[in-house]
Every structure is written in structure tokens, then in C-alpha cells.
């Protein structure tokens, strides 16, 4: 079928991806050779509600690049796909459903709203797949994997196993004492009344204020405050106080203070350290501890220390044994009546009148009724107008409260080792390797992990709790009962698996009948016939679970036959903000769980920001969609844009006449083997491994170059140099072989005796083109393959070139026909510099040639005219005046000027453009070379002005050689 005369995406790409998918191109070991190695990805699952964005489009097209280059390799080779249950994301968007219905998930049981969400799941199941298939991403769809698959409840198609490996696993690091559950401060969210991770957090800067609150010295002591200095620092003034001035933007908290804090250097405040003072309203008695953590220079220096509500404070409990006071419900509503912590810490009328005024207040009303209290009674010392940051969730959008609570945590610290070992003994290896520091930093610090959380939809957490004890009795009638005895915070745990084997752990326990209780069934008093537990109410942080994706995807806890071929990994492909949340996690727990790295290397990618390097945002407006630019552009046009600016450890500015300009490339792609069918190429070809034999000069160099490219290319992907193969390929394609070798092939076209050979070299060269090109462009490159000669398999599936360079280069052709282009571009380049009209002919000078240069002149003479667009190629004694000379190997040229430009205008014109260019860098040096600027200036403002810089350098080095040349030519 002949080529259209235009390549059209829209209806090419819908085509292409049918055409992999009837033939099961992707599937794990398509087109693997007998023994080939493994070579395995795993997806970064996105959420299952989510939608394709550009951060996804760049991840997702680096893996593809990976994967499609092994398979054509004949590896043995699996993309594992897959979606996450994402706990909050995915709940939040049904009892939002449920909101516009009037309703809320407490209108439910648990078993109703969970069936609800899993409704959600399969109406969204074919987003991310549909989204990453317009991509060209060649995952084995087949084995789509759900992070909640086989889940109790999971409906027809849900049946996987990954719910098993996330309970098991929960249970093996349980039974190593690497689990536990205790009381820590955590990130909470109040709209959602549960615990949330570091990465659902996000910074929002907002516009507060800064109280002063005068907190009174115990005991009626007074001390000598300092309120003026002289030059040398000293105290020079000072003002007789009864009480310390602490600063804060939260005065709701001061009701859970359990002490101030001052610098130990700071004079105005250290001989405090050690005495008391006493709360307002609550009457409190809290001591005055000297920290590091009080900064002297922000605020006044003393800072209140509410450890149970911020994660500053709590450490500083910790240091000097504070109590911690919760005074928050989990809506973050003052909790005061019935809180025995709060009851027993104050004096009996402080504590009664704080219930009366605040109890049950939210938090913000309970802040305007403090202050409002602190100013009418005259412990409200000032007001400061203050921006500051303040975390907020980035699903529910609400400030987070840090919240002491009783939470499930892994206790990292007994199972970081062996993640720590495995980077540093080069098991695992992270690129670019700078990442490496930030992975050892946090690994070596961390903390423990919360991993519980208090929704519906997820792994529900696999403890059940049973009453501290239990005694067999009978009743009025004879009837067994069991008398249970539960004592807060010592309930007994079993830990099982499922609920059969913890109901038998619990028998052996208690040496009773053990039943597992209802939902809502009480837990406490007599029980007929057996004793009853409880199941943990709580799920698992989605972190857990797609901590445990490489095992999971592939089996584990079966021994299956993918994941012995196929764990551990090869690479995984991520962003740099989850290196912490979630690379780490997996290498701790795989470790942890089987005794094996995830994954041999992790290439972490930078971000996808917007053409002036801003983050991309919708309050900013400046959000890309893939989805919308694959539509305008076409998929090939997007995946080689992205590819060509992954420079390792460097952010993208995309922009779409960048994307435009690569479409622009598919076109020159489409065109040249729609000039190749015209020129008879394609008839009887047949997709061959050997280069074909060649006698013209100009088709032993575009052979050699092709091997060249193709080793550039793999030395490329080796090495994760996304952009050096990208553009290496584009420099080849449009420039080597569109510009130059099509152009040297017309006069070996129109020859009959150099006809056939240079038809055989061009399909060989171009389908090396396409070869190359399908793991960046894979859409436009399948379709011109079907087009262009008998196939026997899609170029999918293409034998990947393994020709080493030297086996086929010439050196000889390979000098001639670089003469020949350099002589070429000389002459375009003084054209172009010298503003000679496009459409006049000059003639070239040959001053001096050597024997050599004469033989290719003699051969290429035709083609150096018509390429630099020359009347005549004629001898002469010496470079009249007026005319630039081009030195090339082995001899001389002078290309005549005068009287076709203004020498001295253009010399006079180029001279003021480099002055221009002169002063505008001297302008950015200065301003690099300022460390104010280069360290407060907004990372994209200071690499812009380094862009501009080295672009203006570029520009001055060829003015100043065409200057040069003009010089020469007086």
C-alpha cells in the first residue's frame, strides 16, 4: 500500500496500538531469544482514580524507551503495569458521591461503603490504561496488577493475590518485633480524622499572625528583663517583670503546654532555667528548660512547648521528659471535659472554667476566644502580622493538626541495615548517583513509620485484641459464659493472617473457646460460650502495601514460576520526591521480607517544569496536559520531546513549540521514505540483518555512520543518557541522513549503474532509522514500517542492530565524504553570516588542493555546487579582494564577495552586534557573580540567566569568527 503524502497521528496511533494488541507484542518474553536474560520493570503504580499527567507522561515514557529497546534486543522482557488503591484519594472521591446524594459514610456499614468504593474502582479501572496506551506504553496490560486485588469483598476480576502478600508481610515483620503499636505524634488530618504520610502533606504559605502571650512566673517571682543594648551587645536597660512573653501562631495549643523553652546562652533568659511558670486559664504550673530549639533571634526568644501537638516540641519533650497533653478530638475540636490529662494539670477553678469557655470548640473559634481572653484580661502582650508556612492535606486541602495518638509503626531502625548495605556495597546502585547522599541521610535518620490509618477502604491492619483476661463461668440457667476483663492499653494482640488462626493463637492463649466479635459488637462484659476479639478497626498506609510491589505483582507469598525469573528487578524509573516514601520502603522491605534488593538500579528523574522553569501548577496556569498535547501534537512528538530534555539530575522546561518542532521531525521521518518509494526503494525489499555491499563512496560512509549511530545509542541507554540518544538519533536522522545522504543519493539514484546498490543501502539505512527511533517514536516508526517492504514481524519486535562500527566503517569514504560536507557547510555558514541572498549563485575559488582533494573534488564536484548553491567551482592563483577564504583539509577556497554585500556595512554591522552581546553578558556575569542573587534568586530565574549566558557566548564565538573572516578578506 503506498505512503499517504501526509502522516496523520490521529488516526495512525488508534491503529498501531490495535495492531500490538491483537498480537500480544507486549506480553512478558514476547520475541525472547532460547536463554535470554530477564529484563524486568516495574510501573510506579498511579493512583486508580487518577488521571495521566506530565510528570506520569515522562516517567512512563523513559520505562517504555528501556523496555522496547531490551525486547528488540530478544531479553526476556516484563513491564509490569498496575494502579494503586490510593486509601485517601480513592475514598475521598466516593464520599463526595455520597455528599451529593445527601448522604455520608457513616450512613453505612463497613462492608456497604467498601462495596461502594470498589463500584468506584471498576468504573475507573480503564482510565489509567486507556491514558497510558494513547502514550505507546508497551506494558504487559495482561497482567495489570491492583494493589487491593483479592481483597475480602473484591469483586468478579479482583481475584489477585497482592491483598495475601500485604497481610503476610505485616504478619512476618509483626513476629520479627519489627511492628508495633504505641502513642506518637503524627500527621493528622482533621477532615478526614485519620493519619496521613509526609508525602500527603503539602506546605501552603499563608498570611497569620504571631500572639504574645504573657505566661506569669510561679510563685510571684519578678526578674530583670534587658530591653535596650549598647554597641557591644551589653545590657544597658532593663524593666522589673513578673512573667516571660512567648510568641506563637497556634494560641489554641497553649492549653496542652507542658513547658517554655529558652536558648541556655540567651542572657536575657538562662537564669530562668529551672523555675516555673503558670499557664493562663488553666493555672498550670510548667517548667522554664533551657533547648536549643528556642531561637533568640525569632520571636522573643521563649517559645511554649506543647508537645502532644507539634513535632518541634514533641523532641523537646522527649529531651527533657515533659508529659504530653492531647487537649484535640480528631476533628480537631478542643477536648477538655473527660480528658484525664487535661482534668489533672491545672487548678480546680482554672480547669472548670476552661471546659465552660472552650470545651468542644474547633480549633480556630477556640484561637479567636483565647485571645480574646488573653486581651480583656491583660495577658495578651502583642500582635505581630507574620507569613509563615503551614501544612496542610493535599487531598482534603485543611491545615493538618500534628496529633498524638495510638498508631501501628514499623520500627525501621531494625530493618534500615540491610537497605543501607545494599547501595553502599553496589547491589543496588541509584542514578545520578548525588541521590545516593539523600538516601543514606534519610535512611540514617529515620524514624519510625506510621503505617495505620483510619479509613474504610484498604488493607485492614491483621491484629485482632482480646480482653486482658477471661474467666469460665455459667449463668442463672447453667448456660457457659465467659467473663472478660479488659484494662486500657494492655488488651492482649494476635496477630494472624486470617481470622481462623487468630482465633486459634487466641484459644491457646486463654485455654478458652475464642470467637472473633461482629462489627460494632461491644467489647466488654459477659460473653455466651466464648471469649470474643476484636479486629483492628484500622488499614494499612497505601505506602505498605505498594512498598511490597515487585513481590507482590510477581506472586509472593506463592512460589511462581515470574518471580524466579523475574525478581530482582532491573530498574526502576521515579521521581525524586518518593525516593524516600517509597524506593526506600521497598528496598527495607523486600529485604526485609525475602532477603533481596527490589531492584539492581534506580534511575530517578528530575521534574517537568513549564518553559520558564516554574513548577507547573493550576493556580499558576501553566499545567500541561499530555493528553491534550498527543491530541495537537501526536504521542511521538511528546515522548521524543520529553526524552531529548532528560539530561540526568536536570529539570525539563517543556514548551510546545519544542513539541511542535519534534513533530516536525516525525514529518521529515514520513517524508523520507515517501521519497524512498518514489525512488523505487521499497519494491521487493525485505528486512535484512547484514548491511548490503557498496562500491560508492557515498553509500560506504552512510553505512558506517548508520553502525556508528546505532553504538552511540546503546552506549546511550546504558548509561541512562536519555537525551544524549535522543538527540544523537535526531542529529542522524534529520542531519546525516535526510540532509546529506539523501542529497548525495539523488545523482547515485538517477546513475543506472550506481542505482540499484544505493536503493539496497537506503532501506537498509532508513530501516536502521526506524529501528533506532521505535523506543522514542514508536507509533510513527511501526506505521511506516508496515508500509515499506515485506515484513515478517512488527518492528516491535525488530532485531535491534549489534554491528560494531568498525566491522563496517571506511575509512576512506568516510574522509571524502567529510570533506565534501565540510567544504559545504563553510560555504553556507559565510552565506548565511554574510546575509548573501538565498536565491544567487556564487562561484568558489580553488586556490590550493592537494591530490587528494582534487580526486573528491573531481568525484563530488556536481554535488558541492548544487548543495552550496555555487554557478562554478573554478581555479585561481590567489583570494582576490573582497573575498573569505575557507581553509579545508589538504587545501584552500576563497569565495568572491565583493560587489554582492557591503564589506565594510557587514563588518560595521557585526561589530556593533558583538558589543550588543558583550554588554548584555557582562549584565548576567554580574549577576552570577553576586552570591545574593545566585542564592536568593528562584532556582528557574538564576538557570535562566546561566541559559542566557551560554547562549550569548555561543552567538559571540560565530560573530566574532565571521568578523574575522571579513578582516581577512580587506
Not at 525501621?412 to 553502599?424: D, L, S
Not at 487466641?506 to 485455654?511: C, H, K, L, S, V
Not at 552550496?868 to 590567489?878: F, K, M, N, Q, T
Request: hydrophobic residues 45%; proline residues 6%.
Amino acid at each position: 500500500m503506498p505512503m499517504e503524502k501526509t502522516y496523520l497521528p490521529s488516526e495512525a496511533e488508534a491503529r498501531v496500538a490495535r495492531r500490538w494488541e491483537a498480537a500480544g507484542a507486549f506480553a512478558a518474553g514476547a520475541n525472547a531469544r532460547p536463554g535470554a536474560p530477564p529484563f524486568a520493570i516495574m510501573i510506579p503504580p498511579p493512583n486508580v482514580t487518577g488521571s495521566l499527567h506530565m510528570g506520569h507522561a515522562f516517567n512512563n515514557t523513559l520505562q517504555d524507551i528501556l523496555v522496547r529497546w531490551h525486547r528488540m534486543q530478544g531479553h526476556d522482557t516484563l513491564w509490569q503495569p498496575g494502579t494503586d488503591h490510593a486509601g485517601i484519594a480513592t475514598q475521598m472521591v466516593v464520599e463526595r458521591e455520597l455528599a451529593r446524594e445527601g448522604r455520608r459514610r457513616t450512613d453505612f456499614s463497613r462492608d456497604a461503603f467498601v462495596a461502594r468504593v470498589w463500584q468506584q474502582k471498576l468504573r475507573s479501572r480503564g482510565n489509567i490504561k486507556d491514558q497510558l496506551t494513547r502514550l505507546g506504553a508497551s506494558c504487559d496490560w495482561a497482567r495489570e496488577a491492583f494493589t487491593m486485588s483479592g481483597a475480602p469483598g473484591a469483586p468478579a476480576g479482583e481475584e489477585g493475590n497482592f491483598h495475601d502478600a500485604v497481610i503476610r508481610a505485616f504478619v512476618a515483620l509483626y513476629r520479627q518485633g519489627a511492628i508495633h503499636r504505641g502513642k506518637r505524634l503524627v500527621n493528622w488530618d482533621p477532615h478526614f480524622e485519620t493519619a496521613i504520610s509526609d508525602l500527603e502533606v503539602e506546605q501552603v504559605e499563608v498570611d497569620g499572625q504571631l500572639w504574645r502571650l504573657r505566661y506569669p512566673l510561679a510563685d510571684g517571682a519578678t526578674w530583670d528583663c534587658p530591653v535596650a543594648f549598647d554597641a557591644e551587645g551589653r545590657a544597658s536597660e532593663w524593666e522589673r517583670r513578673d512573667h516571660l512573653v512567648v510568641a506563637t501562631t497556634r494560641p489554641e495549643t497553649m492549653l496542652g503546654d507542658t513547658a517554655v523553652a529558652v536558648h541556655p546562652d540567651d542572657i536575657r533568659y538562662r537564669h530562668l532555667i529551672g523555675g516555673h511558670v503558670v499557664l493562663p486559664l488553666s493555672g498550670r504550673r510548667v517548667p522554664v528548660v533551657g533547648d536549643a530549639h528556642a531561637d533568640p533571634e525569632k520571636g522573643t526568644g521563649a517559645v511554649k512547648i506543647t508537645p502532644a501537638h507539634d513535632f518541634n516540641d514533641w523532641a523537646v519533650g522527649q529531651r527533657h521528659g515533659l508529659p504530653a497533653i492531647n487537649v484535640m478530638t480528631r476533628a480537631a475540636r478542643l477536648w477538655l471535659a473527660g480528658n484525664p490529662d487535661f482534668e489533672g494539670s491545672g487548678t480546680p477553678e482554672g480547669i472548670a472554667r476552661c471546659i465552660q469557655m472552650f470545651d468542644g470548640m474547633d480549633r480556630y473559634e477556640a484561637r479567636d476566644a483565647i485571645v480574646t481572653d488573653a486581651r480583656d484580661a491583660g495577658w495578651l502582650d502583642g500582635i505581630d502580622a507574620d507569613r509563615h508556612m503551614v501544612p496542610h492535606g493535599d487531598r482534603s486541602k485543611v491545615a493538618i493538626e500534628p496529633y498524638l495518638t495510638d498508631q501501628w509503626f514499623v520500627d525501621t531502625a531494625r530493618i534500615v541495615a540491610p537497605a543501607i548495605a545494599a547501595v553502599r556495597e553496589g547491589r543496588t546502585r541509584i542514578l545520578p548517583e548525588s541521590h545516593e547522599k539523600v538516601y543514606f541521610n534519610w535512611l540514617e535518620n529515620i524514624e519510625p513509620w506510621c503505617v495505620s490509618r483510619q479509613l474504610w477502604w484498604g488493607h485492614r491492619i491483621p491484629v485482632w485484641y482480646g480482653p486482658t483476661a477471661a474467666t469460665a463461668g455459667t449463668d442463672a440457667r447453667g448456660r457457659p459464659t465467659i467473663a472478660e476483663e479488659w484494662t486500657p492499653g494492655r488488651w492482649r494482640q494476635f496477630c494472624a493472617a486470617t481470622e481462623a488462626e487468630a482465633v486459634a493463637l487466641a484459644e491457646r492463649d486463654y485455654g478458652l473457646p475464642v470467637r472473633a466479635a461482629g462489627e460494632g459488637e461491644g467489647g466488654a462484659g459477659e460473653a455466651e460460650g466464648a471469649v470474643r476479639i476484636h479486629r483492628d478497626p484500622d488499614v494499612l498506609d497505601t505506602w505498605f502495601s505498594s512498598g511490597l510491589w515487585p513481590i507482590g505483582t510477581l506472586g509472593w507469598p506463592d512460589d511462581t514460576p515470574e518471580l524466579r525469573r523475574y525478581f530482582p528487578t532491573d530498574v526502576l524509573v521515579t521521581g525524586f520526591d518518593i525516593i524516600f516514601f517509597w524506593v526506600a520502603r521497598m528496598m527495607m522491605m523486600q529485604l526485609a521480607v525475602v532477603g533481596d534488593i527490589p531492584f539492581r538500579t534506580v534511575y530517578v528523574h528530575a521534574l517537568v517544569r513549564d518553559e520558564k522553569g516554574k513548577k507547573m501548577s493550576k493556580s499558576l496556569g501553566n499545567v500541561l496536559d499530555p493528553l491534550d498535547l498527543i491530541d495537537e501534537y501526536g504521542a511521538d512528538a511528546v515522548r521524543f520531546t520529553l526524552a531529548s530534555m532528560a539530561a540526568m539530575g536536570r529539570d525539563l522546561k517543556l514548551s510546545r513549540d519544542r513539541i511542535a518542532g519534534y513533530r516536525n521531525f516525525a514529518t521529515k521521518l514520513w517524508n523520507a521514505h515517501r521519497f524512498a518509494e518514489m525512488n523505487g526503494v521499497w519494491e521487493g525489499h525485505a528486512t535484512a540483518a547484514a548491511a548490503p555491499a557498496a562500491t560508492a563512496a557515498a553509500n560506504r560512509w552512510i553505512l558506517g555512520e548508520t553502525a556508528r549511530a546505532g553504538a552511540a545509542t546503546d552506549a546511550a541507554l546504558a548509561a541512562f543518557r536519555f537525551n544524549d540518544a535522543a538527540n544523537g538519533l535526531y542529529a542522524f536522522v534529520w542531519g546525516t541522513v535526510c540532509d546529506w545522504y539523501l542529497e548525495f543519493a539523488k545523482p547515485l539514484l538517477a546513475d543506472p549503474a550506481t542505482a540499484p546498490e544505493t536503493r539496497a543501502v537506503m532501506a537498509h539505512v532508513l530501516d536502521r532509522c526506524l529501528i533506532l527511533l521505535h523506543p522514542f517514536m514508536p507509533f510513527v516508526t511501526e506505521e511506516i514500517w508496515a508500509l515499506t517492504g515485506a515484513r515478517a514481524k512488527l518492528l516491535a519486535h525488530a532485531d535491534w542492530p549489534a554491528t560494531p562500527p568498525g566491522e563496517i566503517a571506511d575509512a576512506g569514504a568516510d574522509r571524502e565524504m567529510g570533506w565534501v560536507i565540510q567544504l559545504v557547510e563553510e560555504v553556507r555558514s559565510i552565506r548565511a553570516q554574510m546575509r548573501v541572498p538565498p536565491g544567487q549563485a556564487l562561484p568558489l575559488l580553488k586556490v590550493e588542493l592537494d591530490g587528494a582533494g582534487e580526486a573528491a573534488l573531481a568525484r563530488n564536484g556536481a554535488l558541492v555546487q548544487r548543495l552550496a548553491r555555487l554557478d562554478a567551482i573554478r581555479p585561481a592563483a590567489a583570494p582576490p579582494q573582497g573575498a573569505v577564504t575557507i581553509a579545508v583539509e589538504g587545501g584552500l577556497f576563497a569565495l568572491p564577495l565583493a560587489g554582492v554585500v557591503d564589506i565594510a556595512a557587514e563588518k560595521a554591522r557585526l561589530a556593533a552586534t558583538v558589543a550588543r552581546l558583550e554588554r548584555d553578558m557582562a549584565g548576567l556575569r554580574g549577576r552570577l557573580g553576586n552570591p545574593k542573587f545566585v542564592s536568593s534568586a528562584p532556582e528557574e530565574v538564576v538557570e535562566e540567566t546561566r541559559d542566557k549566558l551560554a547562549q550569548g557566548e555561543v552567538e559571540a564565538a560565530r560573530l566574532r569568527a565571521a568578523l574575522a573572516r571579513l578582516a581577512a578578506s580587506a
